[in-house]
């Protein structure tokens, strides 16, 4: 058996996240206490209040949502590592990418919930005052989502951007920006066959150049962090691959904020080099689902609850 942890992104947060094991793993608790420590050196709040029993609303406002979901996604990681279960690839969705460096040592508990907290403060500065749409277009090819997005992008003389944002599995990929130019990417998709599009509630344009502000404080912040060589291979949302050895983790990182991920791509690499497991770390099953649209053949696994990891251990201990 060849496992892969995928970590969730941003957008699969849900209030009581992470109480069951707080109550029941003395691991996950001290995880989460010391999250809390690492965050309020930060940003101001209550991650363990907030991830519990916080509103809807604001553990959707992306500066605590960022690392309220990390701190989950650690303390289930070294809940699976207690077991001897460690991952050979080590992948996730946006944010789930730094879920995806600590399971492989890349970086460690205590830097990881800081730099996710500052890159959650980042990209919301980046997105104040915009105006902004995301939607999710359905089957429909690449090459035309893209197409659409460039028009309607030089329609607007490059004013208001518009771009594919997140290519999440086969039939599915997300794009975001101004709301005018998404509108008229729509209307230009529709001309062309598309049938159906959903909109989709955020809070900023991510993954967009809009986020260049966000990519060059993080830059910043990444000068000081020790990025190890890691135990496990770790896929990298904006190369849909490895890493190269002419190819830098914090270079990596601040292109990730500004450009498309290619989750799609990280998940069918994976599986093409031997990965046959996939565990699904973090609140839903979201990535779960774009896992078996990928890769059908692959054993999927999801852990968002207690009962969840009781049955992920039985079936990953065989």
Known sequence: ???????????SQRPGMGEDFYNNYPIF????????????QVNDFDLKELSFYGATDRLSDTQYTQPCMVAFAVGISKLLKEKGIVP?????????????????????????????AKRGMFMKEAAAGMDVKMA???????ETVTECCKKATDEFGGEKIVSAVNFNCPGQIVISGDSNAV?????????????????LNVSGPFHTK???????????????????????????????RE??????????L???????????????????????????????NTISKFVKKTVPDAKVLSIDNTEDFENAIKELKV
């Open 210 to 240: 809009y986020m260049k502000p966000a990519g060059e404080k993080l830059a910043k912040e990444f000068s000081g962090v020790e990025f190890k060589e890691g135990c496990a291979r770790v896929i990298f949302n904006c190369l849909g």
């Open 29 to 40: 608790k001290d995880t989460i206490e010391k999250a809390c420590a690492n965050v309020r």
């Open 1 to 11: 058996m060849s496992i892969a942890f995928v970590y969730a992104g941003q957008g």
């Open 88 to 116: 050979a690839f080590s992948l996730g969705l946006s944010l789930g990418e730094y879920s995806a460096l600590y399971a492989a040592d890349v970086i460690d508990e205590d830097t990881v919930v800081k730099l996710v």
């Open 254 to 284: 601040t292109r990730q904020v500004q450009s498309p991920v290619y989750l799609e791509d990280s998940i069918r690499y994976a599986y093409e080099n031997g990965a046959d497991t996939f565990v699904e770390i973090g609140p839903g």
């Open 136 to 142: 999710a277009v359905l089957m429909t090819e690449r």
């Open 243 to 252: 890493k190269e050895y002419n190819e830098d983790i914090p270079t990596l």
């Open 183 to 199: 509108d008229r990417a729509c209307e230009l998709l529709k001309e062309k066959g598309t049938k159906r599009i959903i909109e």
